[in-house]
Structure formats: C-alpha cells, structure tokens
C-alpha cells in the first residue's frame, strides 16, 4: 500500500480527548475574568457563584425542580462513589457495566462495601448487557455512556416508574449531549470537564426526592467520611444544594463551568448541544462506513455513543498478527496524527480494545471534525506502508 499525501485541511482546533474535553470554540482565559478569585467560596460573592451554577445547571439539562443539585469533589468518580457509599446497603443492588468504569463501581460495591446481595451484568466492550435483567425492587446502578466502550443506553424505557429500588446513573459523558429522563433516574452523577469542557476535579450529583427520602430514612452500616456526608441528624444537609459545598472548590472553575454553562444556552440550550453532538458523529460514522479497514466498535447502531466515539481497524492482515500487533498499528497512527498537530489524544482506553477514541462533544466543531477525517486515511496507509517495508 502507498501512502497518501497529506491532507491540505487541518483542524483549526486539533482537542479530541475524551476528558478533560475541548473547550466551547472561542474559549480564551479572558472568559474567567470575573471569578471569585482571592474570596471564600463562602462570602456573598462566593456562594452566588455556586448558586448561579447550580441554576444554570437545572436550566440546562432541564432537571426538575424538586431535584436537588449539588456541586461535590473529586469529579464523577467522586460524586458517583458519594452515592454508591450513602444510599446503598437498605436492598438488594443490580450492578451493570460494559466498560471500564462501570467494572470500577461493581469493584466498589463488591470488594469495598463488600454487600452481601449483589447481582452483577456484563457485557465485552462494544455490546451492551441484556437491561431486561434489571430487578427494580432492588437498586439498580448503571453508566448512561460508557466513555471507553462508546456504547450508551438508547433511552430508559427499560426502567419502571413505580419502581421500588432506587436507580443511580453515572452519566458523566452523556449530560449535555443525550436526554436524560429524570423521571427514571434517581442519581445522576457527572463531571462538567466532559461534555461542556470544564476543568477537572469538580464532580455534580443530581438528587430525587425519592434519593432524598432513602438519605433521611437509612443509615449505611458502615462509617462515612466527611467528604460524602450529605445528611446531618437525619436531615440532608440543603446547604450543599444551595451552594455550601462539602469542601473548598476552584472558583476558577466555577467560573470556567458558569461560562460554558452560558455558551451552551447561546446555542440553543440542551436541544442545541445534542444537535451539535449527533452532527459531530454523523460525520464521523459515515466516514466510517465508507472505509472497509475501520469500524465503530459497538456494532448496533442504536447503542453507539455520539461522544465517545471509539474506532477499531478491521483491517485482516493486521488482525491476523495478533493484539499486540493490533495494538502496535493502533499507537502508531494515533502518534502519526499527534505528531501532525491534528489529532490529540484519541487513542483507545487502555483497558479497551487498541484503536482510536474521538470526542464528539458539542464544545467540538464538527467542521474540525471533518477536517480531521482526512488525515485518519492518511495515517492508516502511512502506517500500512510502513509495515509493507
């Protein structure tokens, strides 16, 4: 195979990571210009930064009223282990996971809360666990998107209304770029350097009443930290939903979300962002399936993710070296286009099948996209040569 030449198109911008994401187009350190910076998160100034982000939150993602919003530590992970470690332990618990991540939680919950009444379903990366499983008289835990398998739930018809258990969602690469129905969701856990392109370290945990009832009516067996406390005397904590976080947050990052937060109802607010979302991976799919050497790892089109969207080569001959030849071509053309400066940061995750991760997110242009798609044919046939000698 002979290589192809260079494209003469180049991303304008060449941020494709899976998290922390692209910033929303336009972003400049001038957009922090009016953070809280030097103040405490408690001064007047402070807290009606956390309470406008809060609100900008709900107006977003459409959250109802009498959810609650809080702003917590630690990212996802932390908002997500916050619920699993407060809520859990009254009922039996579902665990389903497809991905790194959802593994992750039914570890924790397995091995750490080490609860006696655990069902757990899996699936290999690409395929979804069969949801029909689920018992909604227990908790049910799952992933919305799974961000290193690129497969996501196509909604949540599965999940009952008059269910008894509670159900606890990471969804940290599905808000702000998928519906998500609250109405079946009792915890809805993300982090804003994902699909809005905040900066990291801060998580957010969305509440039902019904996730507020079970914190008032049940005491875990086991002793919290003070860092996943939600509940005092029996009593959630309601300074948490109004701006009084558990511990010290970034205003910079406050004010980093609050602007993307604000850019995100300049483009048409939740409809906007899922627009722009599913623009980005059409692009990307039907280059896909143009091209008989590469593949969209979750085979049913119903359940590909439009953020995460994860690429493996079907090309035989390398296929027929091995994984480890797999994965050797994989890095190779990943390192060809980091090394152009039009693609960073899109190889698989490490525990996934080798080949390439492309963030769709809508902070991503989906020209930037198309520019891009281009130079994955000419990585491929570099790459391909390179092997030929």
Not at 9 to 20: E, I, L, N
Not at 28 to 35: H, K
């Amino acid at each position: 195979m002979t290589a192809l030449p260079k494209p003469d198109m180049r991303p304008a911008t060449p941020d494709f990571s899976s998290g922390p994401c692209a910033k929303r187009p336009g972003w400049t350190p001038e957009a922090l210009r009016d953070a809280a910076v030097g103040r405490s998160h408690r001064s007047k100034l402070g807290k009606s930064k956390l309470e406008q982000a809060i609100a900008l939150t709900r107006d977003v993602l459409r959250v109802p009223a009498d959810y609650r919003i809080g702003i917590v530590p630690a990212s996802d992970t932390g908002a997500v282990e916050m619920a699993l470690w407060s809520l859990l332990g009254q009922r039996g618990v579902d665990m389903f996971a497809w991905e790194s991540f959802g593994e992750g939680w039914v570890t924790d919950v397995v091995k750490q809360l080490k609860l006696a009444d655990v069902r757990s379903f899996t699936a290999d990366y690409g395929q979804l666990p069969d949801l029909a499983q689920a018992d909604f008289d227990r908790d049910v835990v799952f992933t919305w998107n799974g961000t290193t398998s690129g497969v996501r739930v196509p909604n949540a018809d599965f999940i009952p209304a008059d269910r008894k258990g509670l159900t606890i969602c990471d969804a940290t690469s599905a808000a702000f770029a998928q519906r998500l129905d609250f109405a079946k969701l009792d915890v809805v856990t993300f982090s804003w350097q994902k699909a809005l392109g905040g900066e990291g370290a801060h998580g957010v945990i969305i509440l039902s009443p019904r996730a507020v009832e079970r914190l008032e009516t049940y005491k875990p067996a086991w002793p919290l930290p003070k860092i996943f406390r939600l509940t005092s005397g029996g009593k959630l904590i309601e300074g948490i939903f109004k701006g009084e976080t558990i511990n010290t947050p970034s205003m910079l990052c406050v004010e980093d979300y609050i602007d993307a937060l604000e850019w995100a109802q300049s483009v048409g607010g939740l409809d906007g962002l899922i627009g722009r979302a599913d623009a980005n991976f059409a692009a990307v799919q039907a280059f896909v399936d143009s091209r008989p050497w590469l593949k969209n790892l979750a085979a049913e089109p119903a359940i590909r993710s439009n953020t995460s969207v994860c690429l493996v080569f079907s090309d035989a001959e390398i296929s027929a070296k091995g994984p480890d030849a797999e994965a050797s071509f994989a890095k190779a053309v990943v390192s060809a286009l980091d090394k152009e400066g039009v693609a960073f940061d899109i190889g698989a995750y490490r525990d996934a099948p080798a080949g390439l991760r492309i963030w769709c997110g809508a902070t991503v242009e989906t020209a930037d996209v198309k520019a891009l798609l281009p130079w994955l044919d000419w990585a491929y046939t570099k790459e391909k040569a390179a092997l030929a000698g």
